[in-house]
């Protein structure tokens, strides 16, 4: 009997070398339904292209599953199936160990096989945290979980979650008379704290297809450098966050290079801002004002300046405070933070 | 099943262990490949034998340890459609956590084996019996069966993966195994041989189901009111196939291994000349079997039928059996708050069952040894003189808490 350990096979997935490079195939066709300008579809058809045919999509309940899944109209040319809202950890989990068991035990052609399971953000940052953590501590299956994040329970009607940035309004979050701002609280640091809290997790990053190209490279690393993988996707939504769909990928410059959304990967341990995030910390890019983000978005119309200026400081906070900017929301001992009576 | 399988040396041992370890046994007979545990009194010591069984070497599977038991289940619902063999297991709201996922998984078709060692639902906390937890699935196409000691526990389990892996089923079953009196009780069990174990169970085939890059298919997609009628009629044309593959299988397992259960669906005993019978699910039957012999001693003639298969449910066949007698108490170890008579969930099912025939004796409900308390002899006699009552024509309460503390 083979060992319990023994490793499953990982395939070979080189960068691609530039846009003109990318095959022609595409593995997330027509057929779906998602609103006009989503960028979620983006990366679904992205991360398809990145994998390539021997893969495996576990679709957790969210946009991607509801309108990407008419029954008779599957735009899915790969192997695709749905789980609950809570379960991409588990989905994927369960997924790679069948195929090991079945490789090891002779029931299966032994060969590498992409697992990817996707969540939105509510079911990824909300609901299947616990899935998804737990999932992250297994280094014997090979998988990824892509969360895609368009800030809001977009499916159901747009309400907040718990990756919904600052004052952000949502149906479950309106501007009111008494109250202008009903969301007080931060958006959670979800590809940090998986990085921070999964020391054997060799692979995690954060993306936006604005930038494809290097999108699409973050996900053929997270499948060919072996173990539980996690990528944290920032989706603009036209319908969420309410601005014209024509300015889906504009939208996502901005969050980037307004410093609102820092891209990086945490590679065995090692941090790495890339892409405009590192011209940003390199200081070759200034970073932008959010209130030029912020404005073109129909739900943060509510905002006076006091609320700009919150949103500011606190991502201002992010850039200048925290131990490794972008990343780690800790700062170190200094002099002022000792308490008096030591 | 060719005559070779039959003519298998028996290498058949005999071991000395609980409910349990009798399913842990079981998988390692059917080369289970994926199971989950997370822990939960009293069923996780099924999966402390599995681990066991693991470390030893003894079981190749992908053991995981989940962080919930929603997790638990949703894991082995994705091996399984990855074509691996699966179990996992639970116990009172443990089960019930992991509610959505026993929701969706008959919806899929997934032929998962779970154990589920019967627990009172908190609140407040008992370790002990109540059947609440399994039967809270029996609308959603789980099929469910009651044993009553381990070398049954063992055979079912046998049973039920060929049962759920027919591909006219394809639909998850439940072992309930009643939570100490089964689950930590031993007794000597028959061991068959892993040849005559493969003659009868042949391996998983998920077929053109199989999620894999070679077989491209979409599971579960949206479908709305366009489709979602159809598909769950499908599910509910498994769930009525399962009864005659039920059978099939009793049978082929009396060929291969011989023993026999005789019918699959429930137990007659000492009901050829009975007057009135009690009817019950689990362990209970040892109090009420050893009750009914020293009846008989006296003259009174009584007799138990035990329901194995709730679901799918023997419905004109036990109400075939039941039209025989003059009264029928029917013993619940659960409850369903406010149902019809304020009964308890076999009592509803089996009037249910007996609408449609002629002969419909009175029959009396019992709520009895929840939360792990004893059903005594004692029990039985008062149940069993009140089933005579009801026999004479003299009115009673169609539910009645039995053993309870005035």
Not at chain 1, 104 to 121: H, Q, S, T
Not at chain 2, 82 to 108: H, I, K, N, Q
Not at chain 2, 169 to 183: E, K, M, Q, W
Not at chain 2, 329 to 352: H, K, M, N, Q
Request: proline content about 5%.
């Amino acid at each position: 009997m083979a060992t319990l350990t023994d490793v499953q096979p990982i395939p070979k997935l080189d960068p691609f070398k530039g846009v003109k490079k990318l095959p022609l195939e595409e593995f997330f066709t027509s057929g779906h339904r998602t609103c006009q300008g989503c960028e979620s579809a983006l990366v679904m058809k992205m991360m398809a292209k990145a994998a390539g045919p021997r893969t495996i999509v576990l679709g957790s309940t969210g946009c991607m599953y509801v309108a990407n899944t008419t029954y008779y109209s599957t735009s899915w040319v790969i192997p695709w199936m749905h789980t609950q809202l809570g379960s991409s950890g588990s989905a994927a989990l369960g997924t790679s160990a069948a195929l090991k068991a079945l490789m090891r035990k002779g029931k299966m052609k032994n060969e590498p096989i992409n697992v990817i399971a996707f969540c939105g953000d509510g079911g990824g940052a909300d609901m299947g945290l616990s899935a998804i953590s737990a999932t992250l501590t297994h280094p014997d299956y090979n998988c990824l979980i892509l969360m895609y994040d368009n800030e809001s329970y977009a499916n159901t009607d747009i309400q907040l979650s718990g990756s919904t940035p600052y004052g952000a309004h949502t149906t479950f979050s309106p501007p009111g008379k008494m109250k202008r701002i009903m969301h007080h609280r931060w958006k959670k640091n979800m590809a940090g704290m998986l990085a921070a809290g999964h020391p054997t997790c060799r692979y995690i990053a954060t993306m936006c297809m604005s930038y494809a190209l290097q999108g699409m490279n973050c996900v053929r690393k997270a499948l060919s450098i072996g173990g539980p993988t996690f990528i944290h996707s920032l989706d603009p939504c036209p319908k969420g966050w309410d601005y014209d769909p024509y300015l889906s990928h504009e939208m996502g410059e901005l969050a980037v290079t307004t410093g609102v959304w820092p891209l990086y990967e945490v590679e065995e341990g090692v941090v790495k801002l890339y892409g405009k995030t590192k011209e940003i910390a390199e200081g070759r890019y200034k970073r932008g004002q959010v209130r030029e983000y912020l404005l073109k978005q129909g739900r943060f119309a509510h905002f006076k300046d006091e609320d700009i200026d919150y949103f500011q400081s606190k991502v201002d906070e992010m850039w200048e405070k925290w131990l490794i900017p972008g990343v780690i929301p800790f700062r170190k001992e200094v002099e002022a933070d000792s308490p008096a009576a030591r | 099943m060719t005559q070779a399988a039959l003519e298998i040396k028996d290498a058949e041992t005999t071991a000395l262990i609980t409910g349990s370890e009798a399913i842990a046994v079981a998988c390692k007979l059917a080369d289970v490949d994926v199971i989950t545990a997370y822990p939960i009194r009293p069923y996780d010591t099924v999966m402390q034998y599995v681990a066991k069984l693991v470390a030893n070497g003894e079981l190749d599977c992908e053991y995981i340890v989940a962080e919930s038991e929603h997790s638990q289940f949703e894991i082995v619902k994705h091996a399984s459609a990855a074509g691996a063999r699966v179990f996992c297991g639970s116990s009172g709201v443990g089960w019930m956590y992991a509610f959505e996922a026993l929701t969706v998984t008959p919806a899929l078709r997934i032929p998962m084996v779970a154990m589920v060692g019967n627990r009172a639902l908190d609140d407040p906390g008992a370790f002990g019996v109540e059947h609440n937890d399994a039967l809270a699935v029996r609308d959603l196409g789980w099929q469910l069966v009651w044993v009553d000691n381990a070398q049954e526990a063992l055979d079912t389990a046998l049973i039920a993966y060929r049962v759920a892996e027919d591909r006219r089923v394809f639909l998850p079953c439940a072992i309930s195994c009643d939570g100490a009196f089964l689950t930590h009780s031993q007794a000597l069990v028959k061991i068959p041989s892993s040849e005559k174990v493969n003659a009868f169970l042949p391996r998983y085939d998920r077929g053109d189901l199989l999620l894999h890059p070679d077989n491209p298919i979409t599971v579960a997609p949206q479908a709305n009111e366009d489709w979602l009628m159809e598909i769950r009629r499908q599910t509910a044309a498994a769930m009525e196939r399962s009864y005659t593959v039920i059978r099939e299988v009793y049978r082929d397992f009396e060929r291969i291994f011989g023993r026999s259960y005789g019918n699959p669906f429930f137990e007659e005993y000492e009901t050829e000349d009975a007057d009135i019978v009690l009817v019950g699910m689990g362990t209970l039957s040892i109090p009420v079997k050893v009750a009914i012999r020293q009846m008989r001693k006296e003259g009174k003639k009584v007799g138990f039928v035990r329901m194995r298969w709730f679901r799918p449910f023997a419905a004109e066949e036990l109400a075939k059996s039941l039209g025989r007698f003059a009264a029928v108490g029917i013993i619940d170890r659960d409850f369903s708050l406010g149902a019809p008579y304020l009964s308890g969930v076999l009592a509803t099912e089996v009037r249910a069952a007996m609408y449609p025939s002629a002969k419909r004796p009175p029959i009396p409900g019992f709520i009895c040894g929840l939360g792990g308390r004893e059903v005594t002899v004692p029990d039985v006699v008062k149940m069993s003189d009140i089933v005579y009552e009801a026999a004479d024509g003299k009115a009673q309460p169609l539910t009645q808490w039995i053993g309870l503390r005035e």
